[in-house]
Nanobody
Framework: QVQLVESGGGSVQAGDSLRLSCAASGGTFIRYNIGWFRQAPGKEREFVARIKWSGGSTDYADSAKDRFTISRDNAKQMVYLQMNSLKPEDTAVYYC????????????????WGQGTQVTVSS
């Protein structure tokens, strides 16, 4: 079982950057594919980005492509989401999630979730 803790959120202006971090503990981190998801008030939780256990494959939602970069450091048991050119519509609580058996965009395929970190982007 793995525990996940997100950090790095905050309140920024449109066009600014943030780097979110996801720290993992309590499990064999290298076994897990990691996804970043976000949930805005009144909306469903949605996929943002994912990275395979090896770091050799990444995938992004259209809304994140060309602006966000997901990466991982297995030695440090960390996953990062670098977010550039932030827009007000990026405002949401951001979650990292770990899944062992699937490399998926679906929330249903992830077994462990962090508590989330708030990102607020003002225009």
């Amino acid at each position: 079982q793995v525990q996940l803790v997100e950090s790095g959120g905050g309140s920024v202006q449109a066009g600014d950057s943030l780097r979110l971090s996801c720290a993992a503990s309590g499990g064999t981190f290298i076994r897990y594919n990691i996804g970043w998801f976000r949930q805005a008030p009144g909306k469903e939780r949605e996929f943002v980005a994912r990275i395979k256990w090896s770091g050799g494959s990444t995938d992004y939602a259209d809304s994140a492509k060309d602006r966000f970069t997901i990466s991982r450091d297995n030695a440090k048991q960390m996953v990062y989401l670098q977010m550039n050119s932030l827009k007000p519509e990026d405002t949401a609580v951001y979650y990292c999630a770990a899944g062992e058996n699937y490399y998926s965009r679906s929330t249903l395929r992830y077994d462990y979730w962090g508590q989330g970190t708030q990102v607020t982007v003002s225009s």
